[in-house]
């Protein structure tokens, strides 16, 4: 069993230096690639779509465009938040199966764009076998804190989700 565990390690994608876009998400910091970022809208209604998973919000039109909407606090298991005027909607840029496919991610506040360097990142902590994580990329050291940088493709990587970005695309 070691050994599957230790080529699953092998096998996954890592973090590397470069841009970030930090946010926040109640005390805890994270960060996604930007390459991944197409923009950032404050906080706007959200049509609900019947029969998604509790963290699956709904859809959002966006310049004509139907982009589905997590709310990466219910994804992670955290407690919902009141909606703020800091409150965001971040559209990222995901490869799916189908393709290229817009979400948008709501977060608590988008913090600021850091420039990471490789030696800054640490593998994620291996927490046995349990425990997936396939959705952090690496955890960085920026002065006395630590950021989760996020694979975002593994978040969203999610059937619920790829269903209701197919409908919205046809």
């Given at each position: 069993m070691a050994e599957s565990a230790v080529?699953?390690?092998?096998?996954?994608?890592?973090?590397?230096?470069?841009?970030?876009l930090t946010f926040g998400l109640g005390e805890e910091e994270f960060g996604l690639q930007i390459l991944k970022v197409?923009?950032?809208?404050?906080?706007t209604p959200i049509t609900a779509v019947p029969q998604t998973p509790g963290y699956v919000k709904g859809v959002i039109n966006l310049r004509g465009q139907v982009i589905p909407v997590i709310d990466l606090r219910l994804k992670?298991?955290?407690?919902?938040?009141e909606i703020t005027d800091q409150t965001c909607i971040i559209i990222i840029e995901t490869t799916t199966r189908e393709g290229a496919a817009l979400t948008g991610l709501i977060v608590d506040q988008v913090?600021?764009?850091?420039?990471?360097?490789?030696?800054?990142?640490e593998a994620p902590p291996s927490l046995g076998a349990t425990m997936d994580m396939s959705f952090i990329l690496g955890l960085a050291k920026i002065a006395d804190r630590v950021k989760i940088l996020l694979h975002i493709d593994?978040?969203?990587?999610?059937?619920?989700?790829?269903?209701?970005?197919?409908?919205?695309?046809q």
């Open positions: 080529i699953k390690s092998e096998t996954r994608e890592c973090a590397s230096g470069g841009m970030y197409r923009e950032i809208i404050g906080y992670f298991h955290m407690i919902e938040k913090s600021e764009v850091l420039d990471i360097e490789t030696d800054q990142i593994a978040i969203v990587d999610d059937q619920a989700i790829e269903n209701l970005s197919q409908l919205t695309q």
